[in-house]
């Protein structure tokens, strides 16, 4: 009681106090917030545990009466295990507001005693777990923030509840549920963010169950969640008459956009990154709509763009779709127009009709021709990108001129003449490539004494120099220094000669500097600055020493070339010095107790393997010994596909496959007949619509998984009677019998460390994956049927979901059920080794899509279904249809094993270098490293279970990357065309700098978990 009594007795002593402070506190008002107190671990500003130990209660508002009625602590950085049960009491409290701190804990039910509450934002904290049910119950709330946290599972219903709900803020969480459901629930919500999360299902368009929302939301995001089907009808969407602000990108809406009537009031419409197609309407671009921005980036969109007519449309981003034909002619009021990675053609002097008002163009990536006109009416021009395109003549002479322009892009074109002075002595400019052209002359820096052109000005804002791959000559002049600012400066594969300037070792911001492949003559000047990270002067004819502060980089940042370069120890590249600091002993050691255990665990599984063919050899010989007649002849025959389940499978042949015919008839595979049951009717089952069967098989390189593709399994049968088990359906999508199944055809399609898969074709047509799990390793089945089901629960586009399991009576009759998928491996995409290839190398557009595809699937996994995948490795991702998108099989099955087969997959998944070490257990953080080293084979086209050598010791791949990455050469450890590298070095970049921090120790707090991870591969645009 003393606790209450002292800040009141504090307050009658001393009655000024605090600005945010309340006049005076109820007792029991003061109990409430002292128990909150306690979970409040650190505060950095020091404001909460300093004053409400001294009654001044900072960020606490009460009323006449001493009732609490708001607590405001936002942006304070608090952490703590924040207890709001502890406020239940608080009959008046009106608002809490904790946003941008550091709180973790759960939502507890006890939330919903708050029933005066009006106003709740816990966002950008560290809350998890699911969202109370009763938070339905706060029917006063009008203001619902809890962004940026940790929150997953099932958004729970009964919203419609919250009739003064006004906002409804939930972005960047793990949450899930039907998004039309959760809409047609709200009634009078005006701002409505429910992005970055996994919401499923269409978007509504029974306009019955919009008309609430839609009379009053004006903001709208659906943005990075799993949304499907078509986007809103014409119908629908002009329901939402004043709706302001909607943004559905980075979902999966699919279809055309038809003719329909937008939202009087809509300014600003986004639909980035789905897969609409079909041609754009045309009233999008007219004057009758008031949109400000319209983005419909990464889709499929075809056909011409003629001319934009809107006067109120300003940002326009159309970029990375196929639309052809010629420029438009007009732009109207536009200030940001992006037409880049289009198939748009013709020449570029539409530009000079466009409209005075334009800030940024970017038309990269397309098929334009013709020289560069003068953009005499762009005065307010700050970025213009044209790269990638057949650009030819001279530069405008004004086109350094612009008093705005910032950023100039006009790389990978044919461009000829000299470089342009002004662009060197531009006030604004901060980025300048040039680089892939065929401009001659030299380098306009002129000396202060120079009367041919304006002196080089001391407030450069130069931060990207790129005119590699050009035809300059003369010297690099040594007012260079003047750009003080300059990170980046690459003259690679020129004609420039003399010595390099002592004064570009005065550039304190530079990072990447590459002279290489000129002719530069003379000694290497002092290059003190400790930002620079990538330093090549190779292919030149300079001599010397290499001075003390580069001996940092790399042997190839000085040769080949330099014939006569010396390292500080006196020796050249002649007489075998490298120059080069030796790796410590303890690196070494690492590297060879890598390799150790990885050979040890590859040869543990070999062994196993050759045991269990000795095995298998042994009782074949026996079986053909005591086979029919009719066995022995079929060598020459016809092949009629055996019946999938055989007594040999579930008998004494436990893993009867194609290799046993392949034994039976010789090294030389013949196609064998057998006699099969004569079944006069045919069987059917019930196949949901769009499921195709395939008849494709997949294919492992690389892998523990054996490809035994396009060959007949020959499986004898007497009686489907010998499925004396049950079969158990996780959904009602696919329905058939035991006998369907036990009579239908089948092909082996390899081993893996769970046992064998088969391909089954069943009577109807359809076609299933089958995976005979291997014996001994399976648990209990109570456990077993707990487990298959909730791995059957998880359903997603990029997973390929188990539709059903059989349970037999014998240890070793244990089938795993699911859909069979058209389409190959990523292993067989990334690591075909056949001379005649069946894919083609797929394009850096195509691997950062995969790599999307990957995390979004892992994310589902992880944030819905709460479960690791286990066994990620690119032989269980396949490809399918024409847009290669990622499906993700074998997911959870070691939930199905004991803890003997778990481990043993684990180490077979170490051996193939998928996992950081044999010691790892299956697990979230595994399943982020699995995925960084398959991003990291996707950007190298190495495999993971390569032992690579080299002059500084033996590496496998995330090694050998994050040796490149320290020495900042990451883009020479790709594998991808010359044409990608220039459009998307950026790119690769950035999705580079997320597989390594995947792979970092657990230890070090650097690896990200699956959300993060799938957030930072869809921010990355090419």
């Known amino acids: 009681m003393a606790l209450c009594v002292v800040p009141i007795l504090f307050l009658l002593v001393f009655p000024t106090v605090a600005q945010d402070s309340p006049p005076w506190v109820a007792r029991d008002e003061i109990r409430s917030l002292l128990e909150f107190r306690k979970g409040i671990w650190e505060d950095p500003s020091g404001l909460v545990l300093a004053s409400w130990n001294h009654a001044t209660f900072y960020g606490i508002a009460c009323d006449g009466n001493g009732a609490v009625v708001a607590l405001t602590l936002d942006g304070l950085g608090i952490s703590g295990d924040l207890k709001l049960s502890t406020l239940a009491g608080m009959k008046s409290l009106r608002s809490i507001s904790l946003s941008g701190n550091k709180f973790t804990g759960r939502l507890v039910p006890a939330i919903g005693y708050l029933t005066s509450l009006q106003h709740l934002d816990l966002s950008g904290n560290q809350f998890y777990g699911p969202v109370p049910r009763r938070i339905t119950d706060l029917q006063d709330l009008v203001h619902l923030n809890l962004s940026f946290n940790g ?93 302001e602000i909607l943004d559905v990108s980075d979902n999966r809406l699919s279809g055309e956009l038809l003719s329909f009537g937008l939202p009087p009031n809509l300014r600003v419409l986004r639909a980035r990154k789905n897969q609409l197609h079909g041609s754009l309407p045309e009233e999008l671009l007219e004057s009758s709509l008031a949109l400000v921005e319209l983005d419909l980036s990464g889709n499929g969109f075809t056909g011409s763009i003629f001319s934009i007519n809107s006067t109120s449309l300003k940002i326009l981003n159309l970029s990375s779709n196929s639309f052809s034909g010629p420029l438009p002619s007009s732009i109207g009021s536009c200030s940001t127009v992006d037409l880049s990675q289009n198939i748009i053609s013709g020449d570029l002097s539409y530009i000079s009709q466009w409209g005075a008002m334009l800030e940024h163009i970017d038309l990269s990536s397309n098929r334009l021709s013709g020289s560069l006109p003068v953009f005499s009416q762009f005065q307010v021009l700050t970025s213009i990108k044209i790269r990638n395109n057949s650009l030819v003549g001279n530069l405008p002479s004004m086109l350094g001129s612009y008093p705005k322009v910032s950023v100039i ?172 600091i030796n790796n410590e002993a303890e690196g070494h050691l690492k590297s060879r107790i890598r390799v150790i255990t990885i050979v040890l665990a590859v040869g543990a599984v070999a062994l196993i393997l050759v045991i269990s063919m000795a095995i298998y050899k042994i009782r074949t010989q026996s079986s053909s010994r005591e086979g029919n007649e009719s066995r022995q002849n079929a060598c020459g025959g016809d092949v009629t596909l055996g019946r999938f389940i055989p007594r040999k499978i579930f008998g004494s042949h436990r893993y009867n496959t194609v290799t046993e015919t392949a034994n039976l ?44 593709a396009d060959r007949c399994g020959v499986l004898d049968i007497d009686s ?29 399609l390899g081993r893996s460390s769970y046992g064998i898969s088969y391909k089954a074709t069943l009577d109807c047509g359809h076609t299933l994956t089958v995976k005979l799990l291997r014996a001994h390793l399976v648990r209990h089945r109570k456990e077993f049927a707990k487990e298959v089901k909730r791995i059957g629960s998880i359903q997603h586009p990029n997973i390929i979901p188990i539709r059903a399991y059989y349970w037999g009576p ?14 190959d491996s990523l292993a067989h995409h990334l690591h075909e080794s056949s001379p005649r290839r069946r894919h083609p190398h797929l394009s850096f557009h195509q691997r950062l899509r995969i790599a999307a595809d990957i995390a979004r699937a892992l994310r589902h996994l992880h944030c819905v279904g709460g ?95 994050q040796m490149f990455a320290r020495e900042g050469r990451e883009l020479e450890c790709l594998d991808v065309s010359p044409g990608d590298y220039e459009e998307a070095r950026g790119a690769m970049e950035e999705l580079l700098a997320v597989a390594l921090r995947c792979v970092s120790p657990e230890g070090e707090g650097e690896r990200p978990d699956g959300r993060a991870v799938f957030a930072e591969v869809c921010s990355i645009a090419i």
């Open 151 to 243: 929150f997953k599972g099932g958004l729970p219903d009964g919203f419609q509840n919250l009739h003064q709900l006004r906002v409804l803020d939930l972005h960047s969480n793990g949450l899930w549920a039907d998004a039309s459901a959760v809409m047609s629930e709200l009634r009078n919500v005006e701002h409505l963010d429910l992005s970055d999360n996994a919401f499923y299902g269409r978007l509504p368009m029974n306009s019955s169950n919009l008309l609430s929302l839609a009379d009053t939301a004006k903001f709208i995001n659906l943005s990075y969640n799993e949304l499907s089907g078509g986007f809103f009808t014409g119908d629908s969407l002009a329901l939402f008459r004043n709706l």
């Open 409 to 580: 892009d006009l790389s990978v074109n044919k461009l000829t003449g000299p470089l342009l002075p002004n662009l060197f002595t531009s006030l604004t400019l901060t980025f300048l490539n040039l680089s892939d052209n065929h401009f001659s002359g030299t380098i306009p820096l002129q000396t202060h004494n120079s009367t041919e052109s304006p002196i080089l000005p001391f407030t450069s804002l130069m931060q990207f120099l790129d005119l590699s791959y050009n035809s300059l000559s003369g010297q690099l002049p040594p007012e260079i220094v003047e750009m003080q600012k300059l990170k980046l400066l690459d003259l690679q594969k020129n004609s420039l000669t003399g010595e390099i300037p002592q004064e570009i070792g005065e550039l304190d911001s530079l990072e990447v500097l590459d002279l290489s492949m000129n002719h530069f003559k003379g000694n290497i000047p002092n290059m003190l600055q400790v930002s620079l990270k990538t330093f090549n002067v190779s292919y030149n004819d300079l001599s010397g020493l290499i001075p003390e502060k580069l001996k940092r980089f790399r042997e190839d940042s000085f040769f080949p070339g330099n014939s006569f370069l010396l390292f500080p120890d006196g020796l050249s590249t002649e007489n075998g010095g490298s120059g080069l």
């Open 665 to 708: 008839c010789g090294s030389d595979l013949r196609k064998v007949s057998v006699e099969a049951p004569n079944h006069s009717a045919q069987r059917s089952c019930d196949v949901p619509g769009g499921l195709v069967p395939s008849h494709a098989s997949t294919s492992s390189p690389r892998s523990i998984d054996t490809h035994l």
């Open 720 to 748: 489907p009677d010998q499925l004396a088990g049950e079969l158990f359906f996780l959904d009602d999508s696919l329905v058939f019998s035991v006998e369907d199944l036990s009579q239908s055809p089948s092909e082996s």
């Open 810 to 823: 014998r240890e070793q009759e244990r089938l795993i059920l699911s859909d069979y998928v058209h389409g």
């Open 867 to 961: 479960l690791p995948h286990g066994n990620l490795k690119p032989s269980n991702i396949f490809l399918t249809g024409p847009d290669l998108t990622a499906r993700l099989t074998g997911q959870c099955l070691h939930r199905l094993m004991v803890p003997e087969g778990a481990a043993e997959q684990m180490l077979t998944l170490a051996a193939l270098g998928y996992a950081a070490g044999p010691g790892s257990a299956p697990s979230f953080e595994a399943d982020v490293y699995a995925f960084g080293v398959v991003v990291m084979e996707l950007l190298t086209g190495r495999s993971a279970g390569e032992i690579i050598t080299g002059w500084c010791g033996v590496f496998d791949l995330p090694e050998w990357v």
